[in-house]
């Protein structure tokens, strides 16, 4: 069968006059339908857990935008609640978690086997999406990778510089490799459930990778998402894997050929001539306007959006933004970026 799907075709390695179009944290607060939705769940955990209420919110964008791909509505710490953490959210500060500092603490979380019975409304989110979804539209399931949510679960929240998450790296490099691998095993797990259930591109964010360096880069960014694609390639030959080391500068270099993801995203840090030189060169790359454009808007949003999409068009391209849309974002500038991509 041909490919009919943008965002499969770019994953596939296809060079397209129009790239796919998506963007991370689309089903989110500058959204007043999402806000609205929200409020109607109660809180964001019990949204994440709503399996119509998440599916409404993933679907809000795609109807409002008609954007190539959708991206399952759920969280990275899910995973942590999972395996036996307790994580709430603080308003207007963020999530908070029991720490693993411990080995006490390490022993005293579920074994990996455990975590379906949590998580089993995320997977009836996906089943839902996969039956409402519109032809043309691609579905995205995710996890963070495993050296972000081990900084939430050691930290027991967000960290500026991921200090705790490093003090233990040094500190009790068994504990934390242990909890490295628990981590690992529940994601391949988790993000096999969402491929049963439907998702049809799976992408692990590791957020906070640009604080990992060198030889530690190696062995906590690249190794586990090396873990994660095979064993997922392994179990669904054909599902594409979207690396995301966010901030990894020069780590991005043969990311995609050390881990086995078929396309690299790229933050805004990162130089559009750089990145075709040294990462498109390998496959596809998605990326990476800077959010903040989706506050200002305006002409500039409209030349930075023209630079990116004729810098990248000579390979493999899915447009997004470097990180996530903020709350403060303009919903009109969403489609004029859309516009702007669309009318190449
Ligand atoms: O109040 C709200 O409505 C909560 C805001 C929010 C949203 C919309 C959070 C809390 N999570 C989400 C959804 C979410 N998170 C998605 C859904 C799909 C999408 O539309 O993109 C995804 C993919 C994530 C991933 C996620 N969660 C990451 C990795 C990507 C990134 O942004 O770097 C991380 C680090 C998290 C943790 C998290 N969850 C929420 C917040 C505010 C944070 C960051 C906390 C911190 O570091 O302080």
Redesign the pocket.
Known sequence: MVETKKLLRALAGEVQDVPPIW???????YLPE?RAT?AQAGD?LS??YNPELAAEV?LQ?IRRYGFDAA???????LVPQALGADLW?V?GE??RLSTITQPSEFEALKPVSDIHETLSPIYETVRILSRELPAETTLIG?A?APW?VAT?MIAG???PDQGPAHALREGDTALFEALLDRITAATIEYLSAQIEAGAEVV?I?D??AGSLKGEAFQKYAVEPCRVITQAIKARHPGIPVIG?P?EAGEGYVGFAGATGVDCVALDNSVSLDWAVEHVQVDGCIQGNLASSHMVTGGQALVDETRRIVDAFSNGPHIFNLG??ITPDADPENVQLMIDTVRSR
């Open positions: 963007m991370m944290r689309q089903a989110g607060r999402y929200r964001f949204l994440c993933t964008p991206i399952l509505f759920a969280d990275i710490l959210f308003t963020g999530p995710f963070g972000t939430y929240r967000g960290t992408k964010f957020s906070w995301f966010r990180h996530g």
